[in-house]
T-cell receptor, first 111, second 113 residues
Framework: SQQGEEDPQALSIQEGENATMNCSYK?????LQWYRQNSGRGLVHLILIRSNEREKHSGRLRVTLDTSKKSSSLLITASRAADTASYFC???????????FGKGMKLTVNP | AAGVIQSPRHLIKEKRETATLKCYPI?????VYWYQQGPGQDPQFLISFYEKMQSDKGSIPDRFSAQQFSDYHSELNMSSLELGDSALYFC????????????FGSGTRLTVV
């Protein structure tokens, strides 16, 4: 298992703005997953992108994956105060591999 | 849709006591993972089970043990509790060859006093 490194570590924006966060990893992967965690709550799976995919959408979320650069980005469009949370990326080889979480990115959306 | 169920939601124990946390995975999920998240910390992997067998082990203290039962639910047993064991304990489940990510429970908040 490997840990993804999120960047920036913190981001503060106004409601309605877009938020972009990046994730870098070190070795080849089968898929990369993004999770959100509201303070003191459980992690919520947002989206999974496979290594043969370059872009994926889910509602206001857009994820890209560049395996040549070993990086992924998560874009949240038209942010809302409810998007305030920590966001984690988790690159994996698939199967039953455990997820290893880094420090995450703390997003604050101000109303 | 059914989610991962963890019980209890909150637990207060005294030092040196024992605690048992339970996790009920999503039906038909064959893998369970346990994580510990201390205050202001990242979730740390403890242990996982695939088809009732331990599949991976992380930074789990020797005072902790876990198992997965025939109905796929899992229990994390923690003995000789220490103040530093106070944390949120999450359970997650997944399908080994699934492509939908891992589903986490809401966690058990353990406070050791």
């Amino acid at each position: 298992s490997q840990q993804g490194e999120e960047d920036p570590q913190a981001l503060s924006i106004q409601e309605g703005e877009n938020a972009t966060m990046n994730c870098s990893y070190k070795t080849s992967i089968n898929n990369l997953q993004w999770y959100r965690q509201n303070s003191g709550r459980g992690l919520v799976h947002l989206i999974l992108i496979r290594s043969n995919e370059r872009e994926k959408h889910s509602g206001r979320l857009r994820v890209t994956l560049d395996t040549s650069k070993k990086s992924s980005s998560l874009l949240i469009t038209a942010s809302r105060a409810a998007d305030t949370a920590s966001y984690f990326c988790a690159p994996t080889q698939g199967g039953s591999e455990k997820l290893v979480f880094g420090k995450g990115m703390k997003l604050t959306v101000n109303p | 849709a059914a989610g991962v169920i963890q019980s209890p939601r909150h637990l207060i124990k005294e030092k040196r006591e024992t605690a048992t946390l339970k996790c009920y995975p999503i039906p038909r999920h064959d893998t369970v993972y346990w994580y510990q998240q201390g205050p202001g910390q990242d979730p740390q992997f403890l242990i996982s089970f695939y088809e009732k067998m331990q599949s991976d082990k992380g930074s789990i203290p020797d005072r902790f043990s876990a198992q997965q039962f025939s109905d796929y639910h899992s229990e994390l047993n923690m003995s000789s509790l220490e103040l530093g064991d106070s944390a949120l304990y999450f359970c997650a489940s997944s399908l080994r060859f699934g492509t939908y990510g891992y589903t986490f429970g809401s966690g058990t908040r353990l406070t050791v006093v």
